[in-house]
């Protein structure tokens, strides 16, 4: 039985992390650390929220004292760490945050690992501490270039990433120096239910229900290597049973898509979804509109981002070999998956999408 402390288990990838673990291993303990920025929200957690084996935190990582005692009175032996700012256009506009959450956050939690594992009166054997980092530490491909490997060499160009590239040497000099059981997961773009809709694929089907424009930065031809976000959770899970220790996994879906044809493909999903179901068309009026248009008319070309990395793909023939890792939804599915969650939770996304996020989502477009 393990005890699960889970940083920015309110986030996307941590809440779907929180809901795949407590499904398939529910004498566990899970306790969720999150600061509920922007990014959070505790009705990612409704369905777990009042089991007895859940606690949920309010609080920062950045807090090493409230860390350590979460780790002491909690008996937690595995730390997973999702907590980060994670959107490459706010790391544009804003890196202070990420400089903060991504490098100083992951240092306390690193400070507070070791404090209560290794300096205590006795080694905490078995301890794992889990960084969940991305494929954008590796910087960016071009067409013809072979899928980034775990030797492929750190190149970030983005303040996100740079302060993701940052925190993974921290977390590797921590085993390194003083012998902290780490394993690191870099993985490619997720995309599923809890997605916040700044990101591409729910900014997509939010806007096309709104009948708003969909923005393509630049011409659109970037790639992204996208995976069914509980092929994430479940790839950890295997590095957390059977990962080598000090090691890095890659963790990928081997399905690259350019932005545009991604965006595409939702806009015709959006609308098979309303010729199949009328009552569709009465709850988003404005979206029928553009529906009976043609959805696609929506596509709007913009500024291209700072410095955008043309290409992300995955190797993970690592992943694959040492752990038998292979992702269990196929992009149709997920992607369909995804579209009906977000017509069948439009609660979620209207309550996510409050004052602060518009106000943001208005800077931006005022800036440009
Ligand atoms: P997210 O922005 O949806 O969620 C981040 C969560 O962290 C939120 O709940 C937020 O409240 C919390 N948080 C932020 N700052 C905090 C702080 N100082 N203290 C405590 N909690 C804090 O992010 P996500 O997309 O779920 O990403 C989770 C992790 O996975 C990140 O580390 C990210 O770098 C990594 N990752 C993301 C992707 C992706 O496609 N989204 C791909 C690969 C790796
Ligand atoms: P995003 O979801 O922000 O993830 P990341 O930048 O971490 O890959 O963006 C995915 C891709 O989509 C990226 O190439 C930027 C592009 N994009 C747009 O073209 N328009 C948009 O409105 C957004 C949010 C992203």
């Given at each position: 039985m393990?005890?699960?402390?889970?940083?920015?288990?309110?986030?996307?990838?941590?809440?779907?992390?929180v809901h795949y673990w407590m499904a398939k291993y529910p004498a566990d303990k899970v306790v969720v650390l999150d600061a509920l920025t922007y990014?959070?929200?505790m009705a990612n957690l409704d369905s777990v929220k009042d089991e007895g084996n859940f606690t949920f935190v309010h609080g920062?990582?950045?807090?090493?004292a409230l860390v350590e005692a979460l780790l002491i009175e909690q008996g937690i032996d595995t730390l997973v760490h999702f907590a980060a700012e994670s959107h490459v256009d706010r790391s544009i506009t804003g890196p202070d945050a990420f400089i903060e959450t991504n490098i100083m956050g992951t240092y306390s939690l690193l400070k507070a690992a070791k404090k209560v594992w290794l300096d205590g009166k006795s080694i905490l054997e078995g301890h794992r501490f889990h960084h969940v980092s991305t494929d954008e530490v590796y910087g960016t491909l071009l067409a013809t270039d072979p899928a980034f490997t775990e030797d492929t060499a750190y190149a970030p160009n983005s303040p996100y990433s740079a302060s993701k590239a940052a925190s993974d040497h921290l977390v590797r000099a921590y085993h390194h120096t003083y012998g902290l059981n780490?394993?690191?997961?870099?993985?490619?773009?997720?995309?599923?239910?809890?997605?916040?809709?700044?990101?591409?694929?729910?900014?997509?089907?939010?806007?096309?229900?709104?009948?708003?424009?969909?923005?393509?930065?630049g011409d659109g031809q970037q790639i992204r290597d996208w995976l069914y976000v509980e092929d994430h959770a479940y790839g950890i899970d295997l590095v957390l049973q059977n990962g080598r220790v000090g090691e890095?996994?890659?963790?990928?879906?081997?399905?690259?898509w350019a932005n545009i044809d991604i965006v595409k493909t939702i806009s015709k999903l959006v609308e098979q979804e309303f010729i199949k179901n009328k009552a569709l068309a009465t709850r988003f009026p404005n979206a029928k509109a553009a529906i009976e248009q043609n959805t696609e008319s929506l596509i709007t070309y913009v500024k291209d981002r700072p410095g955008h990395d043309r290409r992300y793909a995955i190797d993970a023939t690592k992943t694959n070999n040492e752990l038998g890792y292979q992702p269990k939804e196929s992009f149709e599915t997920g992607i369909a998956k995804t579209v009906a969650w977000y017509l069948d939770n439009?609660?979620?996304w209207q309550s996510v999408m409050d004052g602060s996020y518009q106000n943001w989502i208005a800077e931006q477009y005022s800036s440009t």
């Open positions: 393990k005890k699960l402390l889970v940083t920015g288990g309110a986030g996307f990838i941590g809440a779907n992390f990014a959070g929200n920062n990582i950045c807090d090493q780490v394993t690191t997961s870099n993985c490619s773009n997720n995309y599923g239910p809890f997605h916040f809709p700044e990101k591409l694929i729910p900014l997509v089907v939010t806007n096309i229900l709104h009948n708003k424009a969909l923005p393509i930065y890095n996994y890659n963790i990928g879906g081997d399905n690259e439009e609660s979620w």
